[in-house]
């Protein structure tokens, strides 16, 4: 039973920093993408941050300069650095992995609100 523990959501005013953690366990396979999705009120969730095991990125152009992702593959774990905060930013942020053999799964979200 794969499991996702999500921490580091919270309000925060707008030129704030959070930083999202999130512990990955149970895979019975090595997790080769983590990542971060974001999903706004009334909008679809869209891909803010991705890193692989060998530690390549893809970011977002809208948070490209103020987040940053990384991952600790000891321990299954992706972090989220977010920088800058923008009202915009706000969203519930869901955990993202997917295992050397395809099989994907989303953490329970954390909420992100960044007020102005």
């Known amino acids: 039973q794969v499991q996702l523990v999500e921490s580091g959501g919270g309000p925060v005013q707008a030129g704030g920093s959070l930083r999202l953690s999130c512990a990955a366990s149970g895979s019975a396979y090595r997790i080769n993408v983590m990542g971060w999705y974001g999903q706004a009120p009334g909008k679809e969730r869209e891909m803010v941050a991705t890193?692989?095991?060998?530690?390549?990125?893809n970011d977002a152009d809208s948070v490209k300069g103020r987040f940053t992702i990384s991952r600790d593959n000891a321990k299954n774990t992706v972090f989220l650095q977010m920088n800058s905060l923008k009202p915009e930013d706000t969203a519930v942020y869901y955990c993202?992995?997917?295992?050397?053999?395809?099989?994907?799964?989303w953490g329970q979200g954390t909420q992100v609100t960044v007020s102005s």
């Open positions: 993202y992995i997917r295992s050397t053999i395809g099989t994907a799964f």
């Open positions: 890193i692989s095991w060998g530690g390549s990125t």
